[in-house]
């Protein structure tokens, strides 16, 4: 996948993780109808194509890397493992007020281990 293409994806993979962490509605539609929120986010599965939704796993440094090898391996076997972890749950009186400003700015989160502070 060429790195425009990853982007893409990439995006489009994000927004399909916080729909279904954001909205009640999308959560279900991903259990029950994956393919089709895939396809509301731009993500067009090939016909024939088993969509394996993977909420047990946490999210990772390489969850992105790992679902594009998914997405890369459709063609070999016709089965995407989506992985769409349960939001991490916590309370904000667990976290320091550094923590606080961290995760208001989007940095601390495994999926952005790479990004300076």
Do not use: N
């Amino acid at each position: 996948m060429e790195e425009a293409e990853r982007s893409a994806f990439a995006a489009r993979y994000h927004a399909v993780v916080a729909a279904a962490w954001s909205d009640p509605d999308k959560e279900r539609m991903l259990l029950r109808d994956p393919g089709a929120l895939l396809a509301e986010h731009g993500i067009r599965v090939p016909t024939g194509t088993v969509i394996e939704v993977v909420r047990d796993r946490p999210v990772t440094s390489d969850a992105l890397d790992s679902q594009i090898r998914a997405w890369e391996a459709i063609a070999d076997g016709g089965v995407l493992r989506l992985l769409v972890p349960h939001p991490e749950r916590f309370e904000a009186t667990d976290l320091t007020e550094e923590e606080l400003d961290c995760l208001v700015a989007g940095l601390g989160h495994p999926a952005l281990s790479d990004v300076p502070r």
